[in-house]
């Protein structure tokens, strides 16, 4: 039964990571009436791509799950930056401060993911360590 509710904590889990990168690629041009970017979505992809792998690993105590939610947010913002059919594309090349706006969501999006995934990774090896010995002091 542990393994149908950790299925169910993954589809849960995705569908929210699945979630928040739509809504930071959404907020990436936001802006006020007066044209001044309100950078929102660079604070969002950083807190979400360094703690949801952590999330993921601790949540559903799986070895694998570290790196779904980096992966479910490069499934999502590459074809976000990419050309569409009609030439429309979520994160637009220009002005010029859009353009480097769009630039640094997606390298601190990428850094953050990077740094989640291995803080994860080594949170889970630490985990699995302290369960280890304390199975051994019992």
Same mark, same amino acid.
């Given at each position: 039964?542990?393994?149908?509710?950790?299925?169910? @904590?993954?589809?849960?889990?995705?569908?929210?990571?699945?979630?928040? %990168?739509?809504?930071?690629?959404?907020? =990436?041009?936001?802006?006020?009436?007066?044209?001044?970017?309100?950078?929102?979505?660079?604070?969002?992809?950083?807190?979400?791509?360094?703690?949801?792998?952590?999330?993921?690993?601790? #949540?559903?105590?799986?070895?694998? %799950?570290?790196?779904?939610?980096?992966?479910?947010?490069?499934?999502?913002?590459?074809?976000?930056?990419?050309?569409? @059919?009609? #030439?429309?594309?979520?994160?637009? @090349?220009?002005?010029?401060?859009?353009?480097?706006?769009?630039?640094?969501?997606? #390298?601190?999006? =990428?850094?953050?993911?990077? =740094? @989640?995934?291995? =803080?994860?990774?080594?949170?889970?090896?630490?985990?699995?360590?302290?369960?280890?010995?304390?199975?051994?002091?019992?």
């Amino acid at each position: 039964m542990k393994s149908l509710e950790q299925w169910l @904590g993954v589809l849960i889990w995705c569908v929210v990571t699945l979630a928040i %990168a739509v809504l930071g690629v959404f907020f =990436v041009p936001l802006a006020t009436s007066g044209g001044v970017h309100i950078p929102i979505s660079l604070l969002v992809v950083v807190v979400a791509n360094v703690l949801l792998p952590s999330v993921f690993t601790r #949540g559903l105590e799986l070895a694998w %799950a570290w790196f779904v939610p980096p992966l479910i947010w490069v499934i999502v913002v590459i074809p976000s930056a990419s050309l569409t @059919g009609d #030439g429309d594309i979520l994160l637009p @090349g220009s002005p010029a401060y859009s353009s480097t706006l769009n630039l640094i969501y997606l #390298g601190l999006g =990428v850094v953050a993911a990077i =740094v @989640g995934a291995y =803080v994860a990774r080594m949170d889970f090896n630490l985990i699995r360590q302290l369960r280890r010995t304390g199975e051994r002091q019992k």
